[in-house]
């Protein structure tokens, strides 16, 4: 066995994973490692803490999207979680990545290249989108002023559309208040003290 294919059999046994899905993973993480050297596209630089709080936590809330969605705006992708690994996992969604950072962009592009990913790249603002431009569902995860974002999330869902926001404890009480959407649960992230995963519907 080569040292890829055990680094993507760990991968395979640690993530509940197939074989193909784990070694797409496995190259999606030597993308990461790669720009990361020469780029900030994450403060988490060790492999074995990109799995255990990018990965880990993108699987678990692309396991809660509901079945019938088809389409899916990963809404400020950053280095593409949650919406690289629910594109991996979830391969039946046309994933949307929108990133306004030139470098991140870059990085986005490449990765949906080199996976060969059913995913676009919104190079712009989510605001910058056409209006009748609407998603089966949105995630949000770690973005700057999290309230507001969810606040333009929420024009982007269809009706009945599925809003899934990772967030921690503290910024949930933001959340409350926020117009158009039914909260439905808030769930803990495993293995993780502070983060959590809040899903609601469109109204």
Not at 12 to 36: H, I, S
Not at 164 to 175: D, N, Q, S, W
Request: net charge positive; glycine share 8%; hydrophobic share 45%.
């Amino acid at each position: 066995m080569t040292e890829e294919s055990a680094r993507a059999a760990g991968l395979e046994a640690q993530l509940g994973l197939n074989r193909e899905t784990a070694e797409r993973f496995q190259a999606y993480l030597g993308l990461l490692m790669k720009w990361n050297a020469r780029t900030n596209l994450t403060a988490v630089r060790k492999p074995g803490d990109i799995v255990r709080r990018h990965f880990a936590e993108s699987l678990f809330a692309a396991r809660q999207i509901p079945e019938n969605v088809s389409t899916l705006l990963d809404f400020g992708s950053g280095a593409g979680f949650p919406g690289i690994p629910i594109a991996l996992c979830r391969p039946e969604i046309a994933v949307t990545l929108a990133e306004s950072q030139g470098k991140k962009v870059a990085f986005l592009r490449e990765t949906v290249r080199t996976l060969g990913l059913q995913a676009e790249v919104w190079a712009h603002r989510v605001e910058a989108m056409p209006p009748l431009r609407v998603f089966d569902a949105v995630t949000l995860r770690a973005v700057d002023r999290m309230a507001d974002a969810c606040r333009i999330a929420v024009t982007r869902l269809l009706p009945g559309g599925w809003l899934g926001v990772l967030a921690t404890r503290r910024a949930e009480a933001g959340l409350d208040a926020l117009e158009g959407i039914r909260w439905d649960t808030t769930l803990p992230i495993p293995d993780s003290a502070q983060q959590i995963l809040r899903t609601g519907t469109r109204v």
